[in-house]
């Protein structure tokens, strides 16, 4: 079956500008998670959908905003970007809520310039 | 916060040596999972350890959880240099991973 597929995978954008990733997960699964990975702070948590309901979040700014379709697919966004925004952007998938390995895309690397 | 947090943050071998690697998490938790990620791309699920399970065993891994101390660690044996990347920790049902192990595998 096919893995997880984030879209695009790599993108260019202004500061200032706002972006919307795309997260589609493993059939079936409807749990997804969001983290941003830089070289500095490594790899946090942004936030996780389970079946429509975001049930965990992060600590980013309000700038950081996510959603999950009926199809379970979700999507992140980043409004007004900022240079330190440039980063790996990662999503996994889990079957359910707990105790089920996660599936991982293989990310969005965004740059803002 | 994370959840997981793994020590130490970057660990350099020689090919065929043993790599031991330990994580550390805050809350309770129904299984803990190890995962690996090759540079700039996403993670792999190595292995998963369920609460009442003390050690387990995967090809070269092998994993051991201490509930009673909230760690567990991950051992590879007989490394390669494939193995070189970096590891990750985490409680199934929150994974806030830490900043991971990087693990450098000499030939």
């Known amino acids: 079956k096919a893995g997880v597929t984030q879209t695009p995978r790599y993108l260019i954008k202004t500061r200032g500008q706002q972006v919307t990733l795309s997260c589609s997960p493993i059939?079936?699964?409807?749990?997804v998670s969001w983290y941003q990975q830089t070289p500095g702070q490594g790899l946090q948590f942004l936030f996780e959908?389970?079946?429509?309901?975001?049930?965990n979040k992060g600590n980013f700014p309000g700038r950081f905003s996510g959603r999950q379709f009926s199809n379970s697919r979700s999507e992140m966004n980043v409004s007004t970007l900022e240079l330190g925004d440039s980063a790996l952007y990662l999503c996994?998938?889990?079957?359910?809520?707990?105790?089920?390995?996660?599936?991982f895309g293989q990310g969005t690397r965004l740059t803002v310039v | 916060s994370q959840q997981g947090e793994e020590d130490p943050q970057a660990l350099s071998i020689q090919e065929g040596e043993n790599a031991t690697m330990n994580c550390s998490y805050k809350t309770s938790i129904n299984n803990l999972q190890w995962y690996r990620q090759n540079s700039g791309r996403g993670l792999v699920h190595l292995i998963l350890?369920?609460?009442?399970?003390r050690e387990k065993h995967s090809g070269r891994l092998r994993v051991t959880l201490d509930t009673s101390k909230k760690s567990s660690s991950l051992l590879i044996t007989a490394s390669r240099a494939a193995d070189t990347a970096s590891y990750f920790c985490?409680?199934?049902?929150?994974?806030?991973f830490g900043a991971g192990t990087r693990l450098t595998v000499k030939p």
């Open positions: 959908y389970f079946s429509e309901t975001q049930r």
């Open positions: 059939s079936g699964h409807r749990s």
């Open positions: 996994a998938s889990t079957r359910d809520a707990m105790n089920t390995e996660a599936f």
């Open positions: 985490g409680p199934s049902n929150d994974m806030r």
């Open positions: 350890i369920r609460s009442n399970e």
